[in-house]
């Protein structure tokens, strides 16, 4: 019997195709996905600016968020052969990576946002860090 709990894995549509790659071309023209340093000292940079401004005077970051999102999924999914996908899970979907048989889901757009939105969370380098640890462990299982 299937989990009816169990998030389903589906295939991007076109139009998350192209938001997606929207995102990544502009972070390739911007070297985030060149250099690794760049990302991290890029993306700590700009979360603390944005964090440092009033309030009443930070425009929204939701779209630089979204590419920096965007370049940390897209360096695990080569190093780690994830697949960028749609997660069904409790009535919502979200763009995700998959990988190792399927037992694998993460979130990248989601983990990076939540970073930004809390400036005493550690640096990118740390969740970069983290998240490799944490992808090795589940190919490490399979």
Known sequence: MENSDAPRILALADDEREWLAARLTAAAKAGLLADQEALIDSFDGSRDDWHARPLGERGSAAML??????????????????????????????????????????????????????????????????????????????
């Open 65 to 142: 968020v979204n590419i920096y999102g965007a370049a940390f999924g897209q360096l695990l999914s080569e190093e780690f052969d994830l697949e960028w996908c749609v997660v069904e899970r409790e009535g919502t979907d979200q763009i995700g990576l998959y990988g190792a048989a399927g037992r694998l889901v993460f979130f990248p757009l989601q983990t990076v946002a939540q970073r930004w939105e809390d400036p005493a969370q550690r640096s990118l380098a740390d969740l970069l860090a983290q998240a490799r640890e944490s992808l090795r462990a589940v190919q490490g299982e399979g």
